[in-house]
Structure formats: structure tokens, C-alpha cells
């Protein structure tokens, strides 16, 4: 069978190997035909050499952690042959830790995890893909055009979750959320932030393209100024950028009482000036929090799938900007300007 796989840590050995084994029987009891995998900035660095593993023993990695196939034979009987399923990307570690020992593994304590298509573990993107009843969420027929957008909802969905744990430390009403960033995920933690009722505005630098566009159909507000010259001070704000001067402003910007959740990954290795003691002192006298969040349990992939289930099917449909056969695959790792998700698809 078909499988898109690299040698991590060497850039550009992105390969199309056509007689990949078949799944293991030990990798699960539900058999899994691949519908299609979406790709992220993960893919990119895997790709470029510079993150990755290969499972024990080999020295190829498949890719895709961004599943979607359908059930095609599953004996314990928890899906049925036709269902739509996505895999869970994270494994908890061995020892395991006190959050792994709980299935809390996005959690992870020692960092000893194991991912799908990024660390250790075999991705989904191959013709067939095996999963153990645990690992694997059932998904909404309707969803089958869109379900690989499963993975990065789980992502939101944790995000959200946590940020109304730490709201629930006082009384809390938020009204107004900021998103930083309109990638994938900024994008799906304000739908998610819409689903709350919540006024929600979303900040870019692109001012062309489909982002605009999307953040309006969502009945939220887009910004192209910088996080200093908005003219409100939200109570929440989703960091989906990463970008350090982002980061910094967004801190500041935050309303008294206010939580900010950062989920964007900094690449590292540039400093800027910071007044340290005026930060402190506004996290302070404000009661801020600012938190990061990471991956994703069972519980939020849950409640990621109940919330593409009540999201507009062609809003979801446009976040992917390209759908790509498996056959071109080097067509959809190479990232173009106005990509929101690509997507790459199985299929006979
Ligand atoms: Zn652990």
C-alpha cells in the first residue's frame, strides 16, 4: 500500500513509498481505509529535517497526524464497518507519569509520549491505518468532507476548556475575545469562541485572501492594526501566532481579570526589549493569567467533535484551500500564499 514518509532529520527525503507493509494486527483491532490527512506547520518542520522520529527499529517515518478514513472492519465492536473515524495523534508515556496514568497525556509530565506521525508512532498517512477502540472518535457522516479538521479543533477545543477551568477560580462573565493569528487554528478556536456566544475578533496581518472573508462569515470582527492600537481590551485572548512582539502586546492588552492562552509555538533566537517589572505589575494589579496549552486528551477530541457537528459544513469546507491526491504529494507539502489548510487525499 501507499505511504507519504521521511528519514527524520534529514531535510527533503519527503518520499511516496508504494509497497509500504500493511498495518500491524498489534497496532489495533479497528481497520481503517484513509479518506485523507491535513497538513500543518508540524509536516514542514518534520520535512525540513528539523523535528520527527521514526518508530523503534525503522528509519522511516509515515507522516500525517491530521486523520480522517472509514471503519473498515472493527471487531470490538465500538464503530461500525462505514463509520467515519479520526485517530488520536498522542499516546501516553510508558512509566507513565501521573497525568499519562489518567489518560491525561496531553498533560504529559516526562515527555517519554508517543505521536502519530510525529514522534515514534506510524502516521495516518498510508491506505490503511489500524487503531485500538480507545484511540479512535467516532465522527458525524455529514462531517466526511471536513473531518480531518478533527485534529486541530481537538487543539481549540482543550484551549477552551481550560481557559473556563481558570475562569471558574472567581466569578466570571467574558464578553469580548481576541484571536491573534487566522491559520487553522485561530480560525477554529474563534468558531469555537462564536459557539459560546462570545463577541469575538480576530487580528491578521493579511489583508487579501479568504481570511477576511471567513472571520466575517463567522459574525466576528477582523483586524489588520496592530494588538496596541485596538480599541478595547478583551477579556480573553487565543495567541495563535507565536510571533513575539504578539505576545508581549497581548499580555499588556488584557482586561482586568482577563486570561490569556498561548498555543502558538515561537521558533526561539530573537529577543526584543521588555520592561519586565511594568509586566508583572499589570499581571498583578489585573488578577491576569496567561497560560500555555498544548495537544489534546480523549475528553476534547470529544467535545472538538460535538462542535464541528454544529458548525456550518461550508464555512468548515472553506477553510481547506486545497485538496491535493496522494499521487501529487509533493504538490501539497509545498506551501502557497493564500493556503488556510491543505489537504491530502486517499482515495482510490
Ligand atoms: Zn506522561
Redesign the pocket.
Known amino acids: 500500500m501507499r505511504a507519504v514518509t521521511v528519514n527524520p532529520g534529514v531535510a527533503d527525503s519527503l518520499r511516496l513509498v508504494e509497497d509500504h507493509p500493511e498495518p500491524l494486527p498489534e497496532e489495533g483491532a479497528i481497520l481503517v481505509e484513509a479518506l485523507a490527512v491535513g497538513i500543518c506547520g508540524t509536516d514542514h518542520e518534520i520535512i525540513a529535517g528539523e523535528y520527527g522520529e521514526a518508530p523503534p527499529g525503522a528509519d522511516r517515518l509515515v507522516l500525517g497526524h491530521e486523520s480522517l478514513g472509514r471503519v473498515l472492519e472493527d471487531p470490538s465492536g465500538t464503530l461500525q464497518p462505514g463509520d467515519l473515524v479520526a485517530g488520536i495523534v498522542r499516546h501516553?508515556?510508558p512509566?507513565?507519569?501521573p497525568?499519562?496514568a489518567v489518560d491525561e497525556?496531553d498533560m504529559?509530565?516526562?515527555g517519554?509520549?508517543t505521536e502519530h506521525g510525529i514522534k515514534a508512532l506510524p502516521g495516518f498517512a498510508r491506505d490503511r491505518w489500524r487503531l485500538q477502540p480507545r484511540f479512535a472518535v467516532g465522527l458525524d457522516p455529514s462531517l466526511a468532507p471536513v473531518g480531518m479538521l478533527l485534529e486541530p479543533t481537538s487543539v481549540v477545543a482543550k484551549a477552551w476548556e481550560h481557559i473556563e477551568r481558570i475562569g471558574a477560580r472567581a466569578e466570571w462573565q467574558p464578553r469580548t475575545v481576541l484571536v491573534t493569528g487566522a491559520g487553522p487554528i485561530g480560525l477554529l478556536a474563534a468558531l469555537l469562541a462564536t459557539q459560546r456566544g462570545l463577541a469575538v475578533h480576530v487580528l491578521d496581518r493579511n489583508t487579501t485572501g479568504p481570511k477576511p472573508g471567513l472571520v466575517r462569515a463567522l459574525g466576528a470582527t477582523y483586524h489588520t492594526e496592530s494588538v496596541c492600537e485596538l480599541d478595547f481590551e478583551p477579556d480573553v485572548v487565543l495567541e495563535c501566532t507565536g510571533a513575539p512582539v504578539v505576545v508581549l502586546d497581548v499580555m499588556y492588552k488584557i482586561a482586568p481579570t482577563g486570561i490569556v492562552c498561548l498555543t502558538g509555538v515561537s521558533s526561539g533566537g530573537r529577543t526584543i526589549d521588555l520592561d519586565a517589572g511594568a509586566l508583572n505589575r499589570s499581571l498583578v494589579l489585573e488578577n491576569n493569567v496567561v497560560f500555555g496549552s498544548v495537544n489534546a486528551n480523549r475528553r476534547h477530541w470529544d467535545l472538538a467533535a460535538a462542535a464541528l457537528a454544529r458548525a456550518d459544513p461550508s464555512w468548515l469546507d472553506a477553510l481547506i484551500t486545497r485538496r491535493v491526491s496522494v499521487e501529487a504529494y509533493a504538490e501539497a507539502y509545498t506551501p502557497e500564499p493564500d493556503d488556510i489548510k491543505v489537504v491530502l487525499e486517499f482515495g482510490s
Open positions: 501516553p508515556d512509566v507513565p507519569c497525568n499519562c497525556w504529559c509530565r516526562n517519554q509520549f
